[in-house]
């Protein structure tokens, strides 16, 4: 008796390999600014600015803090904050230089701004510059994940492809879910500008460039995320399953 593999419900090309690192993730996929979980869950991302608390004078600082748990205080949903840290990427700085130094008539500044340039990119790659990025994650889960078990959790973590019925369920819940969530975005930009701080909701082309250089790191440094524009999706693959 021969035994039948169980088939994925993704279709696949010939010649790709049996299984991807993105079916075991929690990311269904992105859309409309907005992360959706394979279970219906939401997620907004929100990037914010930093503050120098130590410079601050002694009133600022306690107008800060006053204004920090005035925030915690007008939330009843959980958030995640997330510290990003990588090194400084300073491509598309250099590459205005290089056409200011194209445009240059006289050739001794020409010279002079290249080699900026050059010394700029030097400094950045043998120093380790690393930049750090801040930023908060917003959810909003359907009830019926909400009431998912322990056990339940467990089971999806160990058989983590997806299925029809649970995008057919994310689909039709997804616009209702997504006011909810606006809601509680627009509660934490509040109570974070109220701190100081300048808050930008991340679009879906810079969620994607976000995890692209988390996972790839060194790859990312050479290789850029192409815009979701510029991507080549075959549309008709996309809709089968």
Same mark, same amino acid.
Do not use: W
């Given at each position: ?23 075991? %993730? ?5 859309? #409309? =600014? !907005?992360? $959706? ?8 991302? /929100? ?40 090194? %400084? ?5 250099? #590459? =205005? !230089?290089? $056409? ?8 001794? /500044? ?132």
């Amino acid at each position: 008796m021969t035994e039948t593999q169980p088939q994925s419900t993704v279709k696949q090309k010939k010649g790709a390999p049996a299984a991807s690192t993105q079916i075991f %993730l929690n990311v269904s996929e992105i859309k #409309d =600014n !907005v992360l $959706v979980l394979k279970n219906g869950g939401l997620r907004a991302v /929100l990037q914010t600015s930093s503050i120098n608390f130590n410079l601050k004078s002694e009133q600022e600082q306690n107008a800060i803090i006053f204004g920090y748990q005035s925030f915690l205080n007008s939330i009843d949903f959980p958030i995640q904050i997330l510290v990003h840290s990588r090194k %400084l990427d300073i491509d598309k700085y250099i #590459d =205005n !230089v290089r $056409v200011i130094a194209e445009n240059q008539e006289n050739p001794l /500044l020409k010279k002079q701004t290249n080699e900026y340039c050059d010394y700029i990119q030097k400094l950045v790659e043998y120093a380790d510059i690393m930049e750090k990025e801040f930023y908060v994650i917003v959810p909003y889960d359907p009830g019926r994940s909400r009431s998912t078990s322990i056990f339940q959790s467990f089971f999806q973590r160990l058989s983590p492809k997806d299925s029809y019925s649970e995008i057919k369920k994310r689909h039709n819940e997804f616009n209702q879910l997504k006011k909810s969530l606006s809601q509680r975005v627009n509660i934490v930009i509040s109570g974070l500008e109220n701190c100081g701080l300048k808050v930008d909701q991340l679009e879906t082309s810079e969620i994607i460039e976000l995890f692209y250089n988390s996972y790839n790191p060194n790859l990312s440094r050479s290789s850029k995320a192409k815009k979701v524009d510029e991507l080549n999706i075959d549309k008709e693959e996309t809709e089968e399953i």
